[in-house]
């Protein structure tokens, strides 16, 4: 059996907050496996964002464990971390994070730049990822030229262009309309049937019902582990074959 993309043991995040020590993250004990699409949710300073920035390799732990496609990452310098983020993982924001004066293609081809991969290689490899998420025909248009969903699927091409082991997307349908955003999760649930694992952080109950699995936080601690009985189709709610929620 394949080794699972992320297992936690007992991962800890404290910050110093004036004279108080803030348990951001206390004892994370959780396993994902490859090709599982799971929901982060939890209200605000609930330890979601914290989980995700460990996860994503953005930040260090304090106490405890991180292996990330079998290798430990707990302990990583920043220089190597940043290695890993480039070659295993892909980020998808709300706010997109798109360079406003570089094409499309431009801004997909980023981490392949950060990577040293050799230019023919690169612009390859960004119209293909542009294809994937269908913007093939918008390559050389820049982020004002392209509407919010469009742009979000920019990010999404840059997110997957590495070939990473795990996307992590944090908010990403926040600044879309209702009907963009399930354009968007459409695009997530299809790259998950590819064999993609998505890690989603939200808000929104009605968001993480397109996952498999959600994952709930409270003060700090994982509170909620379970699997989505009733998961929505995002293909189906877009198509008008089931009703949206």
Do not use: W
């Not at 955003?181 to 694992?197: H, K, S, V």
């Amino acid at each position: 059996m394949a080794a699972p993309i992320v297992r936690t043991r007992g991962l800890c995040r404290d910050y110093q907050v004036g004279g108080h020590l803030v348990h951001a993250l206390a004892g994370l004990d959780v396993t994902i496996d490859r090709g599982d699409f799971v929901a982060i949710m939890g209200p605000s300073g609930s330890g979601k964002s914290t989980c995700m920035h460990l996860l994503g390799c953005l930040d260090t732990p304090t106490g405890g464990q991180y292996e990330l496609d079998g290798d430990d990452v707990s302990r990583l310098s920043r220089d190597d971390l940043a290695r890993t983020r480039n070659r295993k993982i892909g980020f998808v924001f709300q706010t997109f994070n798109l360079l406003p004066r570089a094409t499309a293609q431009r801004n997909v081809e980023l981490p392949l730049v950060y990577g040293a991969v050799p230019r023919a290689e690169r612009r390859d490899k960004a119209a293909a990822a542009l294809d994937s998420v269908g913007l093939a025909e918008r390559a050389h248009h820049l982020p004002t030229q392209l509407s919010g969903g469009q742009m979000q699927r920019v990010a999404i091409a840059r997110a997957i262009v590495n070939d990473p082991v795990m996307l992590l997307a944090d908010e990403p349908t926040g600044a879309l309309d209702t009907r963009t955003g399930f354009e968007i999760m459409a695009l997530f649930q299809d790259l998950n049937d590819r064999g993609i694992t998505v890690i989603l952080v939200t808000h929104e109950s009605e968001i993480a019902a397109f996952a498999r699995r959600i994952l709930g936080f409270r003060d700090g601690r994982l509170v909620e582990d379970a699997a989505v009985t009733d998961r929505l189709s995002a293909a189906d709610i877009l198509s008008g074959k089931v009703a949206p929620p």
